[in-house]
Nanobody
Framework: QVQLVESGGGPVQAGGPLTLPCAASRTLYSTICMAWFRQAPGKEREGITA????????SYADSVKGRFTISLENDKNTVYLQMNSLKPEDSAMYYC?????????????????????WGQGTQVTVSS
């Protein structure tokens, strides 16, 4: 099991950057897939990026590709979501999630049903 705690959310101006840390309660072993999801009011939860801890392979949804970066600081058990060039449509609750099933992340697509551990979320609001 693992507990996840997101932080770093808040209000930000369009075009600006924001970085969200996700702190895990234990070491992130190589056969773990970590991901970020977001959910805006009235919309389904969207998987936006994932990283396979071992090989460091990353995937991104088209909606964030080129603007968002997922990274890992394993000695601190922390996964980061660095967001640049933020848009009002990026406003959402952002969730960190972990798949401990002993598999690497998919090369494409981030699917909610594959992740069994979730943080409580952190709100990001982008104003124009």
């Amino acid at each position: 099991q693992v507990q996840l705690v997101e932080s770093g959310g808040g209000p930000v101006q369009a075009g600006g950057p924001l970085t969200l840390p996700c702190a895990a309660s234990r070491t992130l072993y190589s056969t773990i897939c970590m991901a970020w999801f977001r959910q805006a009011p009235g919309k389904e939860r969207e998987g936006i990026t994932a990283i396979s801890i071992g090989p460091g392979v990353r995937s991104y949804a088209d909606s964030v590709k080129g603007r968002f970066t997922i990274s890992l600081e394993n000695d601190k058990n922390t996964v980061y979501l660095q967001m640049n060039s933020l848009k009002p449509e990026d406003s959402a609750m952002y969730y960190c999630a972990a798949d401990l099933a002993g598999r690497y992340c998919r090369s494409r697509g981030v699917y909610e049903y594959e992740y069994g551990y979730w943080g409580q979320g952190t709100q990001v609001t982008v104003s124009s």
